[in-house]
């Protein structure tokens, strides 16, 4: 009887450990679920033309959902959702400008850093803002619970820091004088500036220079590892250079140049 039950306690002992393997889970239903932007260029938006998900992250979503060898299933999160989304299994791993901050990794565990960006202002161009100190008494949007904020806050301690549930909201107030700067990540500033038609520009100084990774839920250590792995092969391979380029490169209208490769995350945690 005591051999009976001590079977029954290491059965459902093993079940729960399988259960708490997602990347085993993924394979199991060949499906990886990754959570993108859905309405920020050229992160991740909707095609106009097909209605569905496209830009970089989702490109890389789909890369990595190749190197497991299952099918990608594409969920759109906002800001404020990516953690919450990833550490409640609603999504497996979340690619959406999602930069490393010792504060998130206490919530969930994130992957090399695929690409670093600056964050930068914007500011209107007829205005007298140029450096960080023009901005001393004023208000500067951002989007809410993004690491823009999280930086305006730390460097702009004497500019009110105003924010907004997305980009084009943020970006609106800039544009109707309810703020005097916008912080966001490059990528999605350039693209709100060339849509200014010249009357919006970049400040001088830029709030920091964020390592941006992919989020996996808190102790997934063999689904981190995949993701670390892909990552690493797509460099190598120059194919993650090609997604860049896509999205980002000469030929679009960012033109920025990819300045730093995939870096380990334990670069960043010991700085």
């Known amino acids: 009887m005591k051999r009976l039950i001590s079977a029954i306690l290491f059965g459902l002992l093993m079940a729960g450990t399988a259960s708490a393997d997602q990347l085993a889970d993924i394979k199991a239903r060949n499906t990886l679920v990754c959570g993108v932007f859905g309405d920020l260029v050229p992160l991740g938006f909707e095609d106009p033309a097909t209605r569905k998900p496209v830009g970089f992250d989702v490109d ?114 800039l544009q109707q004088n309810k703020v005097q700067g916008m912080a966001i990540s490059q990528g999605a500033a350039v ?17 920091h220079w964020e390592p941006e990774c992919i989020g996996v839920k808190k102790g997934e250590t063999a689904l981190l590892e995949a993701v670390n792995r892909a990552l690493d092969k797509l460099e190598s391979s120059g194919r993650l250079q090609q997604i860049w380029d896509k999205w980002f490169g000469p030929e679009t209208e960012y033109k920025l140049t990819r300045e730093r490769k995939v870096t380990s995350l334990a670069q960043f945690q010991s700085e």
């Open 191 to 207: 693209g709100f500036r060339n849509r200014s038609e010249g009357s919006i520009v970049f400040m001088n100084e830029v709030l």
């Open 60 to 173: 890389i979503c789909s890369e990595i959902a190749g190197s497991l060898g299952v099918k990608l299933q594409i969920s759109t999160v906002s800001v404020a959702a990516r953690i919450p989304a990833v550490s409640a299994g609603r999504v497996d791993v979340v690619a959406a400008a999602l930069g490393y901050t010792p504060e998130r990794a206490k919530q969930i565990d994130f992957s090399s850093a695929y690409y670093q960006t600056p964050i930068p202002v914007l500011v209107k161009k007829d205005g007298p803002y140029r450096t960080f100190a023009d901005l001393r008494g004023k208000k500067v949007s951002a989007i809410r619970a993004s690491t823009p904020e999280l930086f305006a806050r730390q460097t702009l301690k004497n500019t009110e820091i105003i924010t907004f549930d997305d980009g084009p909201a943020a970006y609106l107030a």
